[in-house]
């Protein structure tokens, strides 16, 4: 086992210890959702408003154990960068326990603007996954996986060099949201799509030359 898949875990086990702490503080409908101004916008009841992000976390934790032992590519590729693998799960639980820290504070009387506090954790997401994605080696459930990236070789190591300088320049991009906040939609989501979509287009390009 790397480093990083107990880290993962740790990070499970605190989220559902942070549900609990938190839990007897919460009135019984709490809030749920906030618009891009950071205002609050939808509630849930207090069970899954506190225990969704953890049950979330360790589902996403589960899945992430289990799809590397199904994968038809386990053997020449999957083990090549199961490191860099873990690293993804274990950035992924920690945004998901950043945002449930965060949720729970304004729930419990904390004042503080929702999207100051969301936009740089997601601009440092993109910048890791981006930086990550580099690493992957051919595969069915990680990378951008695409009919011509899953058909050559070459065709994925150039799409994912390609893909991780996009994501890394979303992540960047992602905190001018902070300084344009009426914009924030735009420096978050576009880029990301943007860069998604390019990522297909190149590589369909790569593999017919």
Do not use: C
């Not at 058909?151 to 992602?174: C, E, P």
Request: overall charge positive; hydrophobic content about 55%; charged content about 10%.
């Amino acid at each position: 086992m790397t480093s990083f898949r107990p880290l993962a875990l740790v990070l499970v086990i605190l989220s559902f210890g942070a549900g609990f702490y938190y839990y007897p503080q919460l009135p019984e409908r709490v809030i749920s959702h906030w618009n891009l101004a950071g205002e609050p916008n939808g509630t849930m009841i207090k069970f899954w408003g506190v225990f969704l992000f953890p049950f979330i976390g360790l589902g996403t934790f589960l899945l992430m154990q289990f799809l590397p032992k199904v994968d038809p590519m386990k053997k020449q590729n999957m083990d090549l960068f199961r490191r860099h693998f873990d690293v993804v799960v274990f950035v992924i639980l920690l945004f998901l326990f950043y945002v449930q820290w965060i949720a729970m504070l304004a729930n419990s009387g904390h004042k503080f603007d929702m999207s100051s506090a969301i936009i740089p954790a997601m601009g440092a997401l993109f910048l890791v996954i981006g930086a990550v994605v580099r690493h992957v080696e051919p595969n069915w459930f990680m990378g951008i996986r695409t009919p011509w990236t899953l058909s050559n070789k070459t065709v994925w190591t150039k799409t994912h060099q390609l893909g991780g300088t996009l994501f890394q320049m979303s992540g960047v991009l992602a905190f001018g949201g902070l300084i344009f906040e009426s914009y924030a939609l735009w420096f978050v989501v576009i880029p990301v799509v943007a860069s998604a979509l390019v990522s297909f287009i190149y590589s369909y390009i790569i593999y017919a030359k």
